[in-house]
């Protein structure tokens, strides 16, 4: 092991990078809370200041999986879509069966200019998470519970506010609701089973209505829908843990002939939540292809890193690390017991509050939205 590759692992540069993306996200929270007397006077000027104080803060999480791991994301493609991605208002939808997969994705909006601008459909919890729910709050991104009766409205007048938005937007959809586990598979396919549908292997039965309804409701705002598919060679399962210590992984993205005009999704809810379940069984095929053959169908596009997450992560650092490094002398020569054991009682309540954040992305602290439709059932 080199010596890079071990200071890699070493607990005290993660609790830095962990401290730097912490404060520098409550920085960000406060200048965005600051933002709002804007939204009556220039609503535009308002979303574009908070897309760029957005960046900010995400692309810290992106510089860890570009620079800080160095893993390879490559799209597998035809010309033709790479030159149309980032110069459209585009639907994104994605699987959900890794730890980090909402981190490559966020890779390829920052290496289509396109990160600050991202939206999801994000549950209803995460917007009580510091920071996260916090920063996608000011991003107008719709919070929803996961119960349509109470959804509906606040998803369509969510979605309808995005129809002006200044700015090339991203809207990423895993349509799986939930990342994958072989027991949320299970349940999963026995509802399939029960509905008449086709079994899949690798992905969970997709949730129909987020994706119409926001079909519906983006419809002359957005352009097409991407299908992009995930896996990473190797057969590995990366985590976020995994990226701050250094593991450098190989992520493949398939996009070869999988961009969609929006005018060819059908209008009528049913015929379009049929054409998803339609292009769920094809990511199931493309993901079989891939573990037989161990590749994607289509020409290897690597988009080059861009520096600006590695210089945005050295802004922060600077600016917050070298008041800190002087405060921890400060209290080391002091001498004071009290103090120093404050400090260090400080330290693992902030060891524990970055190791909660990191928990939010772990496939076993997922919802158990994937198992309400059979509980009923049963």
């Known amino acids: 092991m080199g010596l890079l590759a071990y200071l890699k692992t070493q607990f005290v540069l993660h609790l830095l990078i962990g401290f730097v993306f912490v404060v520098s996200g409550l920085v960000i929270n406060f200048i965005q809370l600051c933002t709002l007397v804007l939204w009556p006077l220039n609503k535009q000027l308002y979303r574009r200041l908070n897309c760029r104080l957005a960046y900010s803060l995400w692309s810290q999480l992106v510089m860890l999986l570009e620079w800080w791991s160095c893993t390879q994301c490559t799209l597998f493609s035809d010309q033709a879509t790479i030159d149309r991605l980032g110069k459209e208002h585009a639907i994104i939808i ?123 409701c983006l419809r002359g705002t957005v352009a097409a829908i991407y299908d992009v598919t995930l896996n990473f060679r190797g057969n590995k399962n990366p985590s976020l843990l995994g990226i701050l210590y250094g593991k450098k992984y190989e992520a493949d993205m398939c996009l070869r002939n999988r961009r969609f005009p929006l005018e060819e999704i059908p209008q009528d809810e049913k015929e379009a939540a049929q054409w998803l379940h339609k292009l769920y069984q094809e990511k199931d095929a493309l993901q079989e292809t891939y573990n037989q053959k161990g590749v994607f169908p289509g020409e290897p596009f690597r988009p080059a890193r861009r520096p600006w997450t590695l210089l945005n992560f050295l802004f922060w650092a600077t600016v917050l690390l070298s008041p800190l490094f002087r405060f921890v002398l400060g209290v080391f020569a002091s001498g004071s017991p009290l103090l120093i054991l404050t400090f260090l009682g400080f330290v693992g309540a902030a060891s524990f509050g970055v190791r909660r954040l990191i928990g939010v992305t772990e496939i076993e602290k997922g919802s158990s939205y994937g198992n309400q439709e059979f509980k009923k059932k049963e």
């Open 94 to 216: 994605l699987n959900h069966n890794f730890e980090i997969d909402f981190l490559c994705g966020w890779t390829m909006c920052e290496r289509f200019g396109v990160l600050g601008s991202s939206k999801v459909l994000a549950k209803r919890e995460l917007l009580c998470v510091p920071l996260i729910g916090w920063t996608w709050y000011f991003l107008e991104i719709v919070f929803c519970k996961r119960k349509w009766e109470e959804d509906r409205d606040t998803v369509i007048a969510g979605l309808r506010c995005l129809a002006d938005y200044p700015e090339y937007m991203w809207f990423l959809l895993y349509c799986e609701g939930t990342r994958f586990t072989e027991k949320k598979h299970r349940v999963s396919m026995e509802v399939a089973a029960s509905k008449g549908l086709p079994p899949l292997k690798h992905h969970l039965l997709p949730r129909t209505k987020g994706f119409t309804t926001a079909v519906q």
